[in-house]
């Protein structure tokens, strides 16, 4: 096992440079199941859960090439070999589901694992498996396990009951191989969804709509292979925003897109952090006025991101004034709550809503990383710490972040992967 051990570090000042998003890159791969000829992807960021998903392609039969010295990833299906994402590899990592969709359309089968992932909150695949038998599939559940057969997927209209991500993609990839057409109602607008979206289309799909609540797709017969470049990491860039308020520091960062993270952007502002769009990248200032509170709702895209409420709670308990988060997406998601206030933060649980009082002087302490964007949150409490933090089950962080470690210490951050 491994931790971080951070120390205050005073302001951070320099430039990074942002990763291709994990959120968009997990389901390209997937989708490039749909194709027999290779698929190149670009900007691949050199990622554990990305690793994960180069196991569980090879593992269906895909030849997976990975260049991480320069960013690509090569995944050539000629034949499926295996319908059964392994267990030991989907319970890793959740996007393992989004292999399913692929699958069913390309060869009428698929047998997979529940999926693992953050322990964040109840996250059921039930919307998931009703697109597939929207489009005429059979599901079956046994066993920890889910497998759903079709002759031929039939285009159909399919409501979600709540805009779901993954289930939103998962729909997207099995409909675009379907005889007919396929609507998605109340779709997720996510930018990975268009990300995922361009891919296909590149490989010869004929989807639009995506990035709006209704996506429509005319099935073809088949799709060939496409090179692609994924999209900036728009958590990584909400990160190291954060990074430059909560230390009042001044952070450029390059290889962004703005409206990405527009609700982001929105509340630092609010808070008194400078934002501005520089032709070079974005520049993040929290030195310049004084820093007050804020409110925060979290919403599916385009509302403030759930996966930056954690990093956003760490920084609120640092300025003047008592704010208010309520999270509205996942039940689980104050775990941090319990580890920011071991370090002197006295935030009040009231149901769905996190009451932060602002104004503390962080302490350094031995904190635990109870999910991805948490650990990265404690991190950041860390950086304004009094005295040493040590960050236990760093390998929540390592899935989500490239190069962590050296992007922060590049910055001025005293930060150091310690191996126990």
């Known amino acids: 096992m491994a931790k971080f051990v951070i120390e205050n570090s005073g302001p951070l000042h320099g430039e990074v440079e942002i990763s291709g998003s994990k959120n968009a890159i997990l389901p390209i791969m997937a989708a490039a199941l749909l194709s027999e000829e290779p698929c190149e992807i670009s ?3 050199a990622l554990r859960d990305v690793d994960v998903m180069c196991r569980l392609l090879r593992s269906i039969g895909s030849n997976v090439k990975e260049d991480y010295d320069n960013h690509k990833v090569t995944i050539h299906t000629g034949k499926i070999t295996e319908f059964e994402a392994p267990y030991d ?3 890793l990592m959740r996007a393992s ?14 047998r997979i694992a529940l999926p693992g992932g953050c322990a964040i909150g109840d996250r059921p695949i039930d919307l998931h498996l009703k697109g597939f038998q929207a489009l005429g599939a059979e599901i079956e559940k046994s066993h920890g396990y889910v497998e759903a057969k079709v002759d031929k997927l039939i285009g159909g209209k399919v409501y979600l ?3 779901s991500v993954g289930a939103t993609e998962n729909i997207m990839t099995a409909a675009v191989l379907a005889e007919g057409h396929t609507i998605i109602e109340n779709a997720a607008e996510e930018p990975e969804i268009v990300d995922l979206a361009n891919f296909l289309n590149k490989m010869g799909a004929k989807i639009k709509g995506a990035g709006t609540d209704t996506i429509r797709i005319e099935g073809v017969s088949r799709l060939h ?3 692609h470049t994924v999209i900036p990491d728009r958590i990584e860039t909400g990160t190291f925003m954060i990074a430059a308020a909560i230390t009042r520091g001044s952070v450029l960062l ?10 982001v952007i929105a509340k630092l502002r609010e808070c008194g952090a400078v934002v501005e769009d520089l032709d070079e990248g974005m520049l993040v200032r929290g030195d310049v006025n004084p820093l007050i509170s804020t409110d925060i709702k979290t919403m599916p895209y385009p509302g403030f991101p759930t996966d930056m409420q954690p990093q956003f709670m760490a920084f609120l308990t640092t300025v003047q004034g008592c704010s208010i988060i309520v999270e509205t997406i996942f039940e689980n998601r104050y775990m ?12 009040k649980i009231e149901g769905r ?6 104004g503390k002087k962080l302490l350094g302490a031995q904190v635990i990383s109870t999910d991805l964007r948490a650990g990265a949150a404690m991190v950041l409490a860390g950086l304004t710490g009094e005295g040493p933090t040590e960050v236990s089950e760093i390998y929540h962080i390592e899935r989500g972040y490239e190069d962590f470690v050296k992007k922060f210490n590049r910055l001025g951050a005293k930060i150091y992967r310690v191996d126990e």
């Open 97 to 110: 589901i989004l292999v399913t969709g692929p699958l069913l359309a390309r060869t009428g089968k698929a």
């Open 89 to 91: 590899l989907v319970t």
């Open 336 to 347: 941090h709550v319990g580890e920011l206030n071991r370090m002197g933060a006295d935030i």
């Open 225 to 227: 292979g496409a090179n």
């Open 43 to 45: 900007d691949a960021p």
């Open 254 to 263: 390059k290889n962004v897109v703005p409206d990405h993270v527009k609700p």
């Open 353 to 358: 809503s996190a009451v932060i009082p602002g």
């Open 161 to 163: 009951d709540f805009p």
